[in-house]
């Protein structure tokens, strides 16, 4: 089960715990950092559709789309940045455009972060990683986390939101 990581402190906890609920549970987790990847954003130049899904680009996404073609469950994690994911995440999102068909049928989870405390303010992140998710043939929605108002270090410590990661990371076999 690859975690797709962004990078973010806060998000860490919410991850970490996810993780042990999911080990206890019997999954193998695989964490990639993908703020330490070098994937660069897709072309579109649609080369991959004439050569057999692959990418013209030669970088970091090659492993990537090796692990999440094998994966049985994907996990996005991203703090919001500007209402969105990162760029970070949104290039490798971009770059499945060469494969997605191949996701087909995978639960996707969302475990995201933010500095506001405010519900509402996640809206345009749940739709931008559905308009991913959507346009993937019968992935299912797993289940989403939210770590709100994490501002500083130890904010999300002992939240809601990490029982939550824990909880649902415990039920996913
Ligand atoms: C470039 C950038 C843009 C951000 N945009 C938002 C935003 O739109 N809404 C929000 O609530 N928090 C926003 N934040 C705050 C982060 O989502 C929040 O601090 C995150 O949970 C923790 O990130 P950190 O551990 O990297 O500091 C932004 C932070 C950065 C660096």
Not at 1 to 22: H, N, Q, T, W, Y
Not at 47 to 64: P, R, S
Not at 98 to 113: E, N
Request: with cysteine; hydrophobic share 40%; proline share 3%.
């Amino acid at each position: 089960m690859p975690v797709f990581d962004s990078g973010c402190a806060f998000l860490a906890e919410i991850k970490i715990v996810f993780a042990r609920g999911a080990k206890e549970a019997g999954c193998e987790v695989e964490k990639i950092e993908i703020q330490r990847k070098k994937v660069a954003g897709c072309l579109g130049c649609n080369a991959c559709y004439k050569n057999e899904g692959v990418c013209v680009q030669k970088d970091d996404m090659t492993e990537i789309r090796e692990k999440m073609i094998a994966a049985d469950i994907i996990v996005l994690a991203s703090p919001i940045y500007f209402y969105s994911m990162t760029a970070q995440l949104k290039a490798v999102i971009d770059r499945t455009y060469a494969f997605f068909q191949q996701l087909s049928g995978k639960p996707f989870y969302f475990l995201v972060s933010c500095a506001s405390p405010e519900i509402s303010d996640t809206e345009t992140m749940v739709a931008a990683l559905r308009g991913f998710t959507c346009c993937i043939p019968d992935a299912k929605e797993g289940g989403m986390v939210f770590g709100l108002e994490t501002n500083e270090p130890g904010d999300v410590k002992n939240t809601q939101a990490v029982k939550e990661a824990y909880e649902m990371g415990k039920q996913l076999i």
